[in-house]
């Protein structure tokens, strides 16, 4: 018996050239319609839950002796009050869309403070609100048209 030499191994097929691929591209994004009634029916819900544990925890009060700012939800209120005889400024900014809606930021300073210690973005009636200030801090009650 005569050993033969080991025969080579066969020669690979050639590979073929592969086309270069064209990077990802985002054609366009899809999502829920609102016209389906869960899309409103979640809304509705989550604005409630809104309304109910937050909007309705926060809001500034004014009276004939103090300006009355209560912040927090249903679980943590924070209360904040300036006699109007100690309050030194009132800032009010409002945008373009705040003076056709009446609404804007305030914020009232006090004597002894560094800071305003009664703030509040997107306030209704902020411009009004400034006013009354300066008018019950001013001794003019009468003048003041809530």
């Excluded at 809001?59 to 109007?84: A, F, H, P, Y």
Aim: glycine share 6%; hydrophobic share 35%; proline share 6%.
């Amino acid at each position: 018996m005569s050993q033969q030499p080991p025969s080579a191994p066969p020669a690979p097929a050639p590979i073929p050239e592969q086309p270069a691929i064209a990077p990802e591209r985002h054609l366009k994004t899809y999502r829920e319609s609102k016209a389906r009634f869960g899309f409103w029916w979640r809304a509705i819900v989550s604005l409630s839950i809104w309304y109910w544990t937050v909007y309705r925890h926060n809001k500034i009060d004014l009276t004939t002796r103090r300006v009355v700012q209560q912040r927090g939800t249903w679980t943590s209120q924070n209360e904040t009050s300036v006699l109007l005889t100690n309050v030194t400024d009132v800032t009010l900014n409002r945008s373009f869309f705040g003076r056709i809606f009446n609404h804007g930021d305030i914020q009232i300073s006090s004597a002894g403070s560094a800071g305003s210690e009664i703030s509040a973005i997107g306030l209704s009636g902020a411009e009004e609100l400034r006013s009354a200030v300066f008018d019950l801090r001013d001794g003019r009650q009468d003048e003041v048209a809530l």
